[in-house]
């Protein structure tokens, strides 16, 4: 093989044809490409598995939904371990994990405590919850909530205790909320489209909780009914 290579004039000149050396030394410079199996499969990059997609996807199912009186009305929420359950069966028993990055007592005050007003304590802490969650060959996925608790006792180490457990299940519950319905995403929505009934079908909006009946005077009066301690 001949090689030709341009000269001053712009003409081009016969030169000499490479030599073995210099034939090894190119293709020692040239990489080689991997083996098949050596190339990285694109399902070790990707994130959720499809499954796990699909559950986090879903609708929030209506039995998993409990109710608590708050102020004038009702509140829906999910409990702690039931959220835990699903992260458990999503992200699987060694796929997420939760850290307590910061807890601090706000309040601390005597009070009077439920019908027969028995002095008391109520506390008030805030906590500040940190879940990683592993996400297939994609870096940790982190997300942090805040919450509060509040304990009433009339011990007053059963107050802080109940208040930090309430405060950490909270900013938990908050953290975990932004991964999708399962974690109580769908609570937020006024409407509630992504809670399903137990046919399956949306709904729209919660049935109230029956009341109960009204107790009666002799005088044949209702008697107003009288709601759970504080």
Known sequence: MTVTTPTRNGR???????TALELIRRADA????LPAEA???????????PEQVAALAAPLDRANVRQREQGRGKVNYLEGW?????????????GWQRQTIAVRCVAQAERLIGRDQKPGWGVTYTARVRVTVNAGGLPSLIREGTGAGHGIDTDLGQAHESAIKEAETDAMKRALMTFGNPFGLALYDKQQR?????????????RPAARPAAAQSPNGRPQPTQGPPP
């Open 12 to 18: 081009s000149a016969p030169s000499r044809p490479p």
């Open 30 to 33: 040239t990489p080689e490409p």
């Open 39 to 49: 190339t990285p499969s694109p399902q070790h990059s990707q994130g959720f598995s």
């Open 82 to 94: 039931q959220l835990i359950a699903e992260a458990n069966r999503i992200f699987g028993f060694d």
């Open 194 to 206: 992504e809670v399903t009934g137990a046919s399956g079908a949306p709904t729209s909006s919660v």
